[in-house]
């Protein structure tokens, strides 16, 4: 419990005992005073009258004074009748006045009165008795009660008297001793305050503290400085560029290979600003830059590798910014305090790539010349001329016809990809007209749509403008949409091709009714190589990264809508010429 409310309950306790005491005593002053008061209007003003009377009484036959009195006492008696049995009595005093009156040589009456009069005054010589040992008893109990709450509030103060200042000045005291050790070099003292108030949170700040004084006093300063060198040497012997900043974005370090190719000496470069020197040096700008985007100067191929150009030759390196985290001694929470960027050489993985893509560009230029000798000599066998085939070797025909166009269609994608990998592509990017290009692709694909009885629907804006485009490869990646829309629809579906004007751009979208494409793979079905799990193997999943790298090429967007069961809409948008 935390001291303040220790405080306040306390207080208020004894606040609330007071309280209750002086109400009771209150109180019972109040039923004392309604007591006396009862006697004083009661009794003590009946027993004056009964007294006035019997002082008349005896001259009631012969002076008109005395008979006045009397009666003038009676009739005060009478209005304050107030105890049982004084009503009929006074009563009978009236009556046997009045029977005086009448019988004036009745000598015996006056003695009756005197004796009516000596019964009036013991009824309420009693109730004062009865009433004085009522006062009596509420005197006792109040001594009872007043008694009871008394003793408790004194308890209450007592415990609080006891406790309290122990309460407060104990940890005081303590604390005062500890910070007297601390002076005195004495890291290792420490508070033990159990609990959860205000003592307790000053202890666990104070054991931080003397936490991190005993652990600055235990570090050795020439052991810190050999340490920091050891660190320094493995750093600079790194084959890697590493830069080490802090969490201002100060060059902490930066080893020899990281100067090497930034070009920037030591002096130059420890202990300035990053964002300044960025400033000065496009490389310190892509390398300090956070987002893993395709970077600007000197920087090409994949999102995150950078070409950098150094000592004569061309290096590939792959950039990682490592966030550094640390638990400052005696604390809980992470603390931020710094980042390092390393960077990974991966020339070598680079020249092997660009040898594997010029393998595959040889590869499949030089298949295209055979290839397409091997689909001339097949028209000629088809051709009746050349000879008539019959039923087995005419559909052997269609086999190795269809066989030989996969391949063409192959190689063409395979050659495609390599120019895109190593950013050959060729564009000739002209004023085309958006119905040329759907004419086009609408052509190639006849045949396939007739085989599976597919309909083609074809919806155009009126009088669309031109676009800035390639042709060819517009066209090539209109037709890839189309072939995959035919080839993942049933038979006797129906695609639909829309080309609408959206404003600044031209939208071309190919829309089937086939099984769609699952939320999961939608976003890397336009990766290289990736064939959505479980549908034919025949292409290559290249299809869409080439149509992809085309259409970016021309500064448009490519993108897919499609959900499972509800088939797909591929569309790009281009802009109008
Ligand atoms: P592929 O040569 O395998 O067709 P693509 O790059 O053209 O390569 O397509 C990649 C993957 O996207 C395909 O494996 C296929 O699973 C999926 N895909 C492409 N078009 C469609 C479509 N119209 N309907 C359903 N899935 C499609």
Redesign the pocket.
Known sequence: MKIKTKLRLGLGLLFLMILTLSLIAARYVYVLKQDTENILQDNYKTLDYTRNMLLASDGLLSEVRARNMFEENLKLQQQNVTEPGEGAVTQKIASHLASLSLQKSNAGLPALIRSDLAELTRINMEAIHGKSDKALLTVRSAFVWIAVAGTICFLIALTLLVNLPGNIANPIRELTESIRAIAAKNYAERLHFQGRDEFGELASSFNSMAEKLEEYDNSNLSQVLFEKKRIDALINNMHEPVIGLDENKQILFANEEALRITGVAAADMLGKSASELAEQNDLIRVLIEEKNGQSGINASGSAASLKIYADNKESYFEKEIVDITIVPTGERVKKLIGQVILLKNITPFKELDFAKTNFIATVSHELKTPISSIKMSLQLLENQHTGLLNDEQAQLLTGIREDSDRLLKITGELLNMSQVETGNIQLNIQQSSPYEILRYAADAVKIPLEQKHISLVVQTDDELPHVKADMEKTAWVLI??LT??V???QEESQIRIQVTDSGQTIRFSVQ?E????DSR?RTR??DRY???PG??K????????ISKEFIEAQGGSIGVI?EIGMG?T?YFELAKA
Do not use: C, E, P
Not at 514 to 517: L, M, Q, R
Not at 538 to 545: R, W, Y
């Open positions: 890839n949409f995959n829309a080839r993942y629809s089937d086939g099984k769609g494409i793979y079905i336009f990736f064939q959505v549908s034919a025949t292409g290559t999943g290249l299809g869409l990264a499609s797909s591929f």
